[in-house]
C-alpha cells in the first residue's frame, strides 16, 4: 500500500529588494517513489502561470537543513536560525525560497515514519517500474 504525505508550508520568495513575497507551496513524499519528495509552486507564483513541482532526493532536503547540501538544479542549506534556504536553478534563472526549518524537519519526520531511511528499496516495486519502461520501449 502507497503513503503519500501532504504538508502546506509558507515560503518566502526571495526577489530584488525591497521585494519579497510569501507564497503557500506543497511538500509530498509518496512511498511507492520512496527516495524523493517534491515541492509544488502555486500558479501565481510561477512566471508560466502554472503550477511548477520540482523533484529531489530526501536525502538531500534531509541533509540541507542540517548543512549546505546540493550541487545541482536543487541546492538546499540553512539560512539564518530558524530557516533553510532552497534554491531552484533552471535554464530561465534561478528562484529561492525560505521556508522554516522546524516545518521542513516535521516533514521529514512524517516521511521516515513511513519509509523509514535505509529501507527505501522494500518499497520500491521494481516489477512494475520494469512492466512501464519495456512498454514505452515497444
Known amino acids: 500500500m502507497t503513503t503519500i504525505i501532504e504538508q ?18 506543497t511538500l509530498r513524499y509518496d512511498s511507492g517513489d520512496p527516495f524523493a519528495v517534491r515541492i509544488a509552486f502555486p500558479p501565481p507564483a510561477t512566471l508560466e502561470g502554472t503550477e511548477v513541482s520540482w523533484v529531489f532526493s530526501r536525502e538531500l532536503l534531509a541533509a540541507g537543513v542540517e548543512r549546505p547540501a546540493g550541487v545541482g538544479d536543487v541546492r538546499i542549506r540553512p539560512y539564518g536560525l530558524d530557516r533553510t534556504a532552497l534554491e531552484f536553478h533552471a535554464p530561465q534563472g534561478v528562484a529561492m525560497v525560505h521556508v522554516r526549518t522546524d516545518d521542513l524537519r516535521r516533514f521529514l519526520r512524517r516521511a521516515q515514519s513511513a519509509v523509514p531511511v535505509g529501507l527505501e528499496h522494500l518499497h520500491l516495486n521494481i516489477d512494475h517500474n520494469l512492466d512501464e519502461l519495456l512498454r514505452d520501449a515497444a
Open 8 to 25: 502546506a508550508v509558507q515560503a518566502r520568495l526571495i526577489a530584488p529588494a525591497p521585494r519579497t513575497d510569501s507564497v503557500p507551496v
